[in-house]
């Protein structure tokens, strides 16, 4: 029985049953024909309930000329018509495809530029069974003897929060929420704290990776002698050369973790650190020409368009 489903005490439904409730799935290494399966099925369970119960997106359909219910997917994914963050700027109930009374949490962009604020609204069955589900427990080595130091912003974005639920309630870790500077998430606090728990896994951002390094060297803390199995880097862009600084001043490896407010998990890297693995228990993910809109040929340069869902909330296809 997984970790989710012991402390979960509220009928899981279907396709979580059917694909994940016992816990043994790696939907990590998934064959091809189950992975697209799990898509198709979920996809159209998404589609049907945003097109019955969103006008926003009822629109975008019958302008497309999509019938959800006609659609053979994920092969005919393309013809769902893209949704910009420039529609959903400082419209926080646009994608909201329940009664907003079921609401749990909502995040708000920290990074976006260009515009005004966007907001994504999440129900508890979001947060807490369906985003939990799909266990990456390849891509995603964190057990119960881990001691994760979550060096992420715990205010406004959705990875402090996120990472947190991931790394207590799908994989049993503990967890020290200490947040990415602030009035008490000092950079000492976060050092001081890694020492003296023994920390095993550090997830932060690459500039924040730099300060704790620099930090720690005028309070002589050696990070060399920490017992972390790995760092993980997420939030912002990070060359090569940023990413070999980073481990020459931390004496650990450190991987790319590649996600977004509206899209959560989208790549992950495992040990190999040559590119990311797509999160296909989470998202469906393309390359296309921009100015077509048709997906372009292996190894050519295009767009990322990421299709996903918080199974209940919303559902989009974005770049």
């Known amino acids: ?59 975008k359909f019958q302008a497309a000329g999509v019938v959800p219910a006609r659609l053979n997917l994920p092969d005919d994914l393309a013809r769902i018509p893209l949704t910009t963050k420039d529609e959903i700027r400082g419209k926080p109930w646009l994608l909201l495809s329940v009664p907003r009374q079921a609401v749990s949490q909502i995040h708000v962009s920290t990074g976006t530029t260009g515009g005004e604020e966007i907001y994504i609204p999440h129900t508890w069955e979001d947060l807490h069974v369906n985003n939990m589900s799909p266990a990456m427990r390849l891509l995603i080595p964190v057990g119960e003897s881990d001691v994760v130091i979550n060096a992420l912003p715990h205010e406004m974005s959705s990875s402090g929060l996120a990472f947190h639920r991931t790394f207590q309630k799908s994989y049993g870790a503990m967890v020290v929420p200490m947040g990415k500077g602030g009035y008490y998430s000092t950079p000492e606090r976060t050092l001081r704290a890694s020492v003296d728990l023994g920390a095993t896994v550090l997830i932060t951002t690459p500039s924040y990776a730099v300060l704790l390094a620099e930090v720690a060297q005028r309070m002589d803390i050696d990070l060399g002698a920490l017992p972390l199995r790995f760092m993980w880097l997420t939030g912002e862009g990070c060359s090569p050369a940023l990413r070999d600084r980073i481990e020459k001043l931390w004496g650990h490896p450190a991987y790319f973790y590649y996600g977004s407010l509206e899209a959560g998990p989208i790549g992950i890297e495992c040990s190999a650190r040559n590119g990311y693995h797509m999160a296909g228990g989470h998202v469906h993910v393309e390359v296309v020409d921009p100015t077509t809109g048709e997906a372009v040929a292996p190894g050519e340069i295009g767009e990322v368009v990421v299709s996903w869902s918080n199974e209940i909330g919303h559902l989009d296809r974005g770049p």
């Open 1 to 59: 029985m997984s970790f989710l489903a012991k402390n979960y005490h509220r009928p899981l439904p279907a396709i979580v049953r059917k694909y994940f409730a016992n816990g043994s799935e790696h939907v990590d290494i998934w064959p091809e024909d189950r992975l697209k399966a799990y898509q198709a099925e979920a996809l159209r369970r998404i589609l049907m309930h945003a097109y019955e119960r969103n006008g926003f997106y009822r629109e």
